[in-house]
């Protein structure tokens, strides 16, 4: 009985992680009302900005975390090199770890 729990369990947690994969953007490389595609620059500015558009957007709905109208892997990696200069690594991050070093 334990082993069947156990194994269910797995089951609903697994069944549970797939339900949250990511699919398909359809709108990969196609323009925007204003003919803009997005890109590598654009994905690292909105990364970076991200925190403050997701505050935003809980109160909008005329407002995104994330581009639909991107160029792909570009626009990827420059939202997440964005995002992780400002919420992780860059800017309060490395501040956060020096001032760790200096106490102990």
């Keep these: 009985m334990k082993k069947f729990a156990i194994g269910l ?9 797939s ?9 990969e490389d196609t323009a ?3 003919g803009h595609v997005a890109g590598f620059f654009m994905g ?3 990364g970076f900005i991200s925190p403050i558009t997701f505050i935003i957007s809980i109160f909008s709905k005329t407002v995104n975390i994330y581009e639909v109208h991107n160029s792909g ?10 995002a992780g200069l400002f919420l992780n ?7 956060s770890a020096r ?6």
């Design 19 to 27: 339900a949250c994969l990511p699919g398909r953007n359809t709108m």
């Design 89 to 95: 690594g860059g800017i309060l991050g490395s501040r």
């Design 32 to 34: 925007d009302k204003d």
């Design 9 to 17: 369990m797995l089951l609903i947690f697994v069944l549970a992680l």
């Design 99 to 104: 001032r760790a070093k200096r106490k102990s």
């Design 73 to 82: 892997f570009w626009y990827n990696f420059g939202f997440v090199l964005g």
């Design 44 to 46: 690292l500015w909105q």
